[in-house]
């Protein structure tokens, strides 16, 4: 059977690939797709979420909108990087799939208790309001959730947004730490791996010569690595998000190790740094599986592999 997944995302070029992975996949069943403000506003990710949807050909997917702003923060966004769209890199057409009336949270929680405890993995790759409102609305489905596969936060590779946090856990660290704090199963692509998941010109052109899929694939990555690549002078760009459904189709590609994660919510120089503890210095539980290493070629190879399905 396959693994009944809900994507939570606020697209962003690599959300784009990381929802492409994973509707190119049959061992993933993608139950929705819940939209958050984060890279661009929540009226963007939720037009970019049907956009991929549609170049994927699966305009069955459901697609709910969210929550548009932290639970306690003004909302910071991205398009320094991602373009003033969030998908910059090549127009695509609007969507013509309809946006789903329900609010992604009651989505979540309508979800959660409608299936069996435990059968349902939460994917969010973007600020973690949408996750964090559903488990204060209703703390039952907290309990029902089975894992969570989270993008977010760094450890020795520290911020990406500030010195000390990296973007989506910045963006709504409260909302953070009630997720770390939940107790769930979490399993966390910090920038230590994903900045170990380089896009470069061969891996590109590959993209490009799938057809029509990976043409945009490979325009997005175009412009989306040219941040990076001025920022770090680094070969390529880090592709973040599709980390986590690559962890979910083979572990295998990945290692880490289950340690504590605090969130700072308080501190003006560390806001929203996650509080890794990789050396095991504090007596505090181990709350995450924390990823630190990828093997690039293989995931690359994952990825190329199914995209070409599409």
């Known amino acids: 059977m396959p693994r009944k997944i809900i994507i939570d995302t606020d697209p962003g070029q690599d959300d784009a690939v990381a929802i492409l992975l994973a509707l190119a996949s049959p061992e993933l069943e993608v139950l929705g797709i819940t939209c958050v403000a984060g890279n661009v506003p929540l009226a963007l990710t939720a037009i970019n979420a049907r956009k991929v949807c549609e170049l994927a050909g699966r305009r069955d997917v459901k697609v709910f909108a969210g929550c548009d702003r932290p639970l306690a923060r003004a909302l910071v966004t991205a398009e320094y990087v991602h373009g003033k769209t969030g998908l910059d890199g090549i127009d695509l057409p609007a969507p013509e799939m309809p946006l789903q009336k329900a609010h992604a949270v009651d989505f979540l929680i309508d979800t959660l208790r409608a299936e069996a405890p435990g059968s349902v993995t939460l994917v969010p790759i973007g600020p973690l309001t949408n996750i964090a409102t559903a488990m204060r609305k209703a703390p039952d489905i907290v309990a029902r959730i089975g894992q969570i596969v989270l993008m977010g936060g760094a450890y020795f590779e520290v911020g990406n947004v500030t010195p000390a946090a990296e973007f989506n856990i910045y963006v709504d660290p409260e909302a953070a730490e009630i997720v770390f704090k939940s107790g769930v199963d979490l399993v966390v692509m910090p920038l230590d791996v994903t900045h170990k998941a380089l896009t470069t010109r061969p891996r590109i052109e590959a993209f490009r010569a799938l057809g029509r899929v990976g043409e945009v694939v490979a325009s997005w990555t175009d412009f989306f690595e040219r941040f990076d690549m001025e920022k770090y002078g680094s070969e390529g760009a880090p592709l ?60 690359y190879a994952l990825l190329t592999e199914r995209l070409a399905r599409l």
Do not use: K, Q
């Open 240 to 299: 973040h998000d599709p980390c986590t459904i690559a962890w979910l189709l083979d572990p295998s590609l990945f290692t880490g190790r289950r340690i504590n994660v605090e969130i700072e919510t308080r501190s003006e120089l560390t806001l929203g740094m996650t509080v890794a503890d990789w050396w095991g210095v504090t007596t505090r539980a181990p709350n995450a599986y924390f990823v630190g290493d990828i093997d690039a070629d293989r995931f």
